[in-house]
């Protein structure tokens, strides 16, 4: 199996370098070596082969999503005034597959309008959908044509359901408006709840891309020119100095791996015949890109890096969704949450060893995308009446929210009274706010200057959102049999005395009427906002598809400005965000862009 973590001596040049082994990475890999297996490939990823048990098992996704997880990198922020002056830690997937590796799992698609927002040749919605479908062996309700159904991923609802607080749920979704829905991922669905669909097999495993794209052609004995380098960093990408064409990468070792040596990391080089296509993320791209000198001239200079193309959208443009999540105390039982397991109550090996219907189960039963009625629109003042009037209210087929619902305590349960709780978590889409990602140096250890920009938008538009998005998931909570109240500090201080104050309840509400919130109230709720907004882990844009004048990186052929043979493939690459959870999108990035090589390459599939 081509797969090392030194590689061999006799590999010093290929035909494909692919910088980074994230999930539009290894499609672009798998994809290249099925339409060639003559093609040499080499993929170098910076963290580990992601053979590590707990990966494949869902029930146990928390273990990668805290900060004490070793499969991410997190990405720190520098401290933001506008946010309480919080340094925020971004993760990114730091193993084989990316974040298809460490994610929640959620099956979750963009909407028809957000490709046709890119305004970009060979992107719409009609461009995207047969990837969509090619990636995909779908088990879900909805109309044939708008799924896959013998594609590398599988899509099912798993091998485990909280049913009641699912069914729970929808009953009060529906009493503040919101109806179920059948199909949300249709790309046309829009403003209700689905009973979640998930990248779970139907036996209950994980579906990423290294496991289902990558790893079956490493090991068929048929793709012997695929060659996959693990715990190995990309420093920069290398160019032929008379015509600026790439012409391979330099690499060093991990320090933190098995091999890497403290204070001692080798600079060590492959070449490229043909391609070199980075694909380390929307955190990762620009960073390689400025540190090969390729960006904009104030930032390099600055960064003592020598210019080879001035791109100035380099690191510009940052997006993610902006997440807030919210924990309510409940009389579900221990065996309708992950709350036993994750306090440790109950013991992992045992489940496992029993092979228990609940390791195929991500605790996510129930997706909603939302939009607020006129009314409360209205509510949330001239300025956010202006935004919604120009962006959203003749598209309907735009959210301005997404929701789940969790059923566990959302975070480090240490400490947290034992019980069994479930969660709202939120996050809006289509931010106004941008961030910004650039190196500071030369070296890839150098200091990054990392900017969310949540919160920074003219008029407070994205706070807004949250402003409504907060009051609304409550109300729906509010109204669920199993809801026992607030886990209060994970909501907002109010005061005993306002009628927004967290309760605790014995049994659920009746006659429940909608909380009425004071200026007071809504001054405490946005403080608490910019104190607890998150990542979503949903970065995207820095180095986006569009015109160079307006900051574009790539073309629409993922060619990148100024350079020959660089072409990039990951969500670095959307023009704009999108209501959804960004897998499924990294998953049709990497299928677009390898059908966009593989004709470059001149090869018949």
């Not at 359901?161 to 979704?173: G, Q, W």
């Not at 139907?202 to 996959?228: E, I, T």
């Not at 009314?375 to 789940?404: I, Y």
Request: with cysteine.
């Amino acid at each position: 199996m081509g797969l090392y973590t030194d590689l061999p001596d006799a590999i010093t040049e290929v035909d494909v370098i692919i910088a980074g082994g994230g999930t539009a990475g290894c499609v672009v890999a798998a994809r290249l070596a099925e339409a060639d297996p003559s093609l040499s490939i080499l993929i170098i990823e910076g963290g580990p082969n992601n053979d590590i048990p707990s990966i494949g098992v869902p029930v146990l996704f928390l273990s990668h999503l805290m900060p004490t997880g070793k499969t991410n990198i997190f990405y720190a922020a520098n401290k933001e005034k506008q946010l309480g002056d919080r340094e925020i830690f971004v993760p990114s997937g730091g193993v084989l597959g990316g974040g298809s590796s460490t994610n929640l799992m959620m099956y979750s698609r963009a909407q028809r309008s957000d490709f046709d927002a890119w305004n970009t040749p060979g992107w719409s919605a009609e461009d995207m959908l047969p990837y969509l479908r090619q990636l995909e062996t779908y088990h879900g309700p909805g109309a044939k044509d708008r799924h896959g159904y013998d594609g590398p991923i599988q899509v099912s609802r798993g091998t485990y359901r909280a049913t009641r607080s699912e069914d729970d749920f929808i009953s009060a979704a529906g009493k503040v408006g919101f109806p179920e829905i059948e199909d949300l991922q249709s790309l046309d669905a829009n403003n209700g709840v689905q009973r979640a669909m998930r990248y779970i097999s139907p036996d209950g495993k994980r579906q990423d891309a290294a496991s289902k794209y990558l790893q079956p052609k490493l090991q068929d004995g048929h793709h012997k020119n695929l060659h996959v380098l693990v715990e190995a960093q990309v420093v920069r990408i290398l160019f032929d100095k008379e015509n600026r064409r790439a012409v391979g990468a330099e690499y060093r070792p991990n320090p933190d791996s098995q091999w890497g040596v403290p204070n001692l990391h080798p600079i060590r080089t492959v070449k490229a015949r043909k391609l070199v296509i980075v694909s380390c993320g929307a955190c990762g791209t620009p960073s390689v890109l400025e540190r090969s000198g390729i960006g904009r001239p104030s930032v390099l200079t600055q960064a003592k890096i020598p210019i080879v193309a001035d791109v100035p959208g380099v690191g510009d443009e940052y997006e993610d969704h902006q997440l807030l999540l919210y924990p309510y105390k409940s009389s579900l039982d221990p065996e309708e949450t992950l709350d036993a397991i994750t306090s440790g109550r109950r013991n992992p090996e045992e489940i496992i060893k029993n092979n228990d219907d609940i390791l195929g189960w991500n605790a996510q039963d129930i997706t909603c995308k939302l939009r607020p009625s006129d009314t409360e629109v209205a509510a949330l003042g001239p300025e956010f009446q202006r935004s919604w009037d120009a962006d959203f209210r003749d598209n309907p087929n735009k959210p301005l929210a997404l929701m789940s619902l969790l059923s566990c305590f959302p975070g480090e349960p240490t400490g947290i009274p034992a019980g069994q709780y479930f969660a709202m978590t939120i996050f809006s889409v289509y931010p106004y706010s941008r961030g910004h990602l650039h190196v500071t140096g030369p070296d890839i250890g150098d200091r990054l200057d990392f900017e969310t920009g949540f919160f920074t938008d003219t008029n407070g538009i994205d706070l807004k959102k949250h402003i409504w998005a907060y009051k609304k998931q409550r109300e729906i909570a509010r109204r669920m049999q199993t809801y026992r109240g607030e886990h209060a500090p994970g909501h907002p201080p109010f005061p005993a005395s306002s009628k927004a104050a967290c309760t605790s309840t014995q049994g659920p509400l009746v006659d429940v009427q909608d909380i009425e919130y004071t200026s007071e109230d809504d001054t405490i709720l946005e403080k608490w906002l910019r104190e607890n907004v998150a990542t979503t882990w949903h970065s995207v844009g820095t180095c986006k598809m569009g015109p160079r004048e307006e900051k574009g990186v790539v073309d629409s052929k993922l060619r990148v400005y100024g350079v020959e043979a660089l072409r990039i493939a990951d969500l670095s690459i959307l023009p704009h965000n999108v209501a959804a959870n960004t897998n499924n999108t990294a998953f049709a990035v990497g299928e677009r862009a390898a059908d966009l090589f593989i004709e470059e390459l001149g090869i018949s599939k």
